[in-house]
């Protein structure tokens, strides 16, 4: 009997032990860190898909979409602090509910207009200063098993071909500054109506600029539109790992060299 009573004793251990564990990873995730792999190429060459990251939760404070599943009880942001222009920031897509990761460009009160493949800010052209080349082997990348675009005839020739994208460099008004890439001249969204971000609302934008669905598409068509400020889940700060392959088994695809990376 009293081995029996000692084996039950020690499996209600567990259990709370178990439970205790999930509470405190659920705590942590709800208010410090929120872990996030990047799933597309939106932001290349900023980050990669298969970088894995986590969102740093107290940068901007919290909203209903803070805890999984935004079940928070909470109206509004509290605790609130403003996001910078430049920022890589996390938020909940006010349309179909999932995480995405764009680049804030438009505050509150902004205008926004893409001209030739660049932004005019407040009627400003942002200036862009070409850097080369961003270079990908053309092949499925990550789980989901995407092909990238490119500028070059890449996506003809075939799997294993050289996949190529213009690079500049973009500075925002302060100084902050990032990679873009082109892949198209005159793409669908290089030349757009000028947008004027409304109070309580953020304009977002991925790096990779001709392969990103972002502020620059309505809502109407689900796009991502003017994002609210209860949207915004976090901000970007550092990559924790990496890797190319489908599986995080494949040790031979991971990327060391973006292993602590900053996110810029």
């Known amino acids: 009997m009293a081995s029996k009573a000692n084996s039950e004793g020690g499996i209600v251990e567990t259990i709370k032990t178990i439970v205790y564990a999930l509470l405190?990873?659920?705590?942590?995730?709800?208010?410090?860190?929120?872990?996030?792999?990047?799933?597309?190429?939106?932001?290349k060459d900023t980050l990669l898909i298969g970088d894995f990251l986590f969102?740093?939760?107290?940068?901007?404070?919290?909203?209903?979409?803070?805890?999984?599943?935004?079940?928070?009880?909470?109206?509004?942001?509290i605790l609130a602090?403003?996001?910078?222009?430049?920022?890589?920031?996390?938020?909940?897509?006010?349309?179909?509910?999932?995480?995405?990761?764009k680049r804030l460009?438009?505050?509150?009160?902004?205008?926004?207009?893409?001209?030739?493949?660049k932004i005019i800010l407040n009627g400003t052209?942002?200036?862009?200063?070409?850097?080369?080349?961003?270079?990908?082997?053309?092949?499925?990348q990550g789980p989901m098993g995407h092909l990238p675009r490119c500028e070059?005839?890449?996506?003809?020739?075939?799997?294993?071909?050289?996949?190529?994208k213009s690079r500049s460099i973009e500075t925002l008004p302060g100084g902050r500054t990032h990679d873009v890439l082109n892949i198209d001249t005159n793409g669908f969204a290089d030349n757009t109506d000028v947008f004027t971000v409304p109070a309580?609302?953020?304009?977002?934008?991925?790096?990779?600029?001709?392969?990103?669905?972002?502020?620059?598409?309505?809502?109407?068509?689900?796009?991502?539109?003017?994002?609210?400020?209860?949207?915004?889940?976090?901000?970007?700060?550092?990559i924790i790992f990496s890797s190319a392959g489908t599986s995080l088994f494949y040790f031979w695809t991971w990327r060391p060299d973006r292993f602590f990376k900053a996110v810029e």
């Open 24 to 43: 405190i990873a659920g705590i942590f995730r709800t208010l410090f860190f929120q872990p996030f792999w990047i799933p597309s190429g939106s932001m």
């Open 55 to 77: 969102v740093n939760k107290m940068a901007y404070g919290y909203s209903k979409h803070s805890c999984p599943f935004s079940m928070c009880p909470i109206s509004g942001r």
């Open 81 to 101: 602090s403003e996001p910078e222009r430049g920022d890589v920031v996390v938020f909940h897509h006010p349309v179909n509910g999932s995480d995405f990761i």
């Open 105 to 117: 460009i438009g505050l509150p009160g902004d205008t926004v207009q893409m001209r030739d493949g």
């Open 125 to 140: 052209e942002v200036p862009q200063v070409p850097d080369g080349q961003f270079t990908e082997v053309y092949e499925h």
């Open 152 to 164: 070059n005839s890449a996506g003809t020739v075939g799997i294993g071909a050289e996949c190529t």
């Open 200 to 238: 309580g609302h953020y304009f977002f934008m991925g790096d990779n600029r001709d392969n990103s669905q972002d502020s620059r598409y309505g809502q109407a068509v689900g796009g991502v539109g003017f994002v609210p400020a209860e949207d915004l889940i976090g901000r970007a700060d550092r």
